[in-house]
Nanobody
């Protein structure tokens, strides 16, 4: 089994920055990718950013140029650096780990609120 624990969420003013962390533990193998999703109240969960085992990245159009996903393989940790935050970025952010067989593990989520 795999456990994912997110941290780093909080309240920030528009234009500010936050860095989210996701630490993975347990039986970690055959990892295809890790990523971040978010879900705002009344909205569908959407992909924010993903990084594959080979290091390639992809971003949602709404965050491209503002957010950066990175990883520390030795620490089994993935990060999401969020800059130039907007109120529309307010959501619960979930860490995701996908195996090569397409099985997904999810963290419990961390709240990000962007408000003046």
């Amino acid at each position: 089994q795999v456990q994912l624990v997110e941290s780093g969420g909080g309240l920030v003013q528009p234009g500010g920055s936050l860095r989210l962390s996701c630490a993975a533990s347990g039986s970690i193998y055959r990892v295809y990718a890790m990523g971040w999703y978010r879900q705002a109240p009344g909205e569908q969960r959407e992909l924010v950013a993903v990084i594959t085992s080979g290091g390639s990245t992809n971003y949602a159009d709404s965050v491209r140029g503002r957010f950066t996903i990175s990883r520390d393989s030795a620490k089994n940790t993935v990060y999401l650096q969020m800059n130039s935050l907007k109120p529309d970025d307010t959501a619960v952010y979930y860490c995701n780990l996908r195996w090569y067989n397409a099985y997904d593990y999810w963290g419990q989520g961390t709240q990000v609120t962007v408000s003046s």
